[in-house]
């Protein structure tokens, strides 16, 4: 199966999508939700938390079958250079809480769409496919 753009931006849309939607700095997540409505949760808050537990156990199980915890401290520190880098050009300032929020949230979407897309690139590049290991 080839790696096209489009299922490059798909991986992104969705991994996006599911940080958002668990939590973000606008009020309107499921983060929210659920504190809003922490004495009457509903059929539809668990249903909802399901949903995101799943799509969060998707990406990271993906995520670190591609990248695995090296790949990913390499990642988070890029991730966290670049944040620096942001604050250093004065583009972000570290007072504004929400601000960094959004920007580590964007950068979370971007290595969970790279860990979805890694065994792709990898493939490749190199030519070595990534397996799950199966035990007898």
């Given at each position: 199966m080839?790696?096209?753009?489009?299922?490059?931006?798909?991986?992104?849309?969705?991994?996006?999508?599911?940080v958002l939607l668990s939590y973000n700095p606008s009020g309107y997540?499921?983060?929210?939700w659920v504190?809003?409505?922490?004495?009457?949760?509903?059929?539809?808050?668990?249903?909802?938390g399901l949903v995101l537990i799943i799509g969060w156990a998707?990406?990271?199980?993906?995520?670190l079958n591609s990248l695995g915890?090296?790949?990913?401290?390499?990642?988070?520190?890029?991730?966290?250079?670049?944040?620096w880098l942001f604050i250093y050009w004065k583009i972000l300032d570290v007072h504004n809480t929400s601000a960094?929020?959004?920007v580590v949230e964007?950068?979370?979407?971007?290595?969970?769409?790279?860990?979805m897309c890694w065994s792709h690139i990898s493939?490749?590049?190199?030519?070595q496919v990534d397996v799950d290991e199966i035990e007898n």
């Amino acid at each position: 199966m080839r790696l096209t753009s489009s299922g490059i931006a798909l991986r992104f849309l969705f991994s996006i999508l599911l940080v958002l939607l668990s939590y973000n700095p606008s009020g309107y997540s499921y983060f929210h939700w659920v504190y809003q409505n922490l004495h009457t949760i509903t059929p539809y808050i668990a249903i909802a938390g399901l949903v995101l537990i799943i799509g969060w156990a998707i990406y990271i199980k993906a995520t670190l079958n591609s990248l695995g915890i090296a790949g990913i401290l390499l990642a988070s520190a890029l991730f966290g250079c670049l944040i620096w880098l942001f604050i250093y050009w004065k583009i972000l300032d570290v007072h504004n809480t929400s601000a960094v929020a959004w920007v580590v949230e964007i950068l979370l979407a971007i290595l969970l769409a790279i860990g979805m897309c890694w065994s792709h690139i990898s493939l490749r590049w190199s030519g070595q496919v990534d397996v799950d290991e199966i035990e007898n």
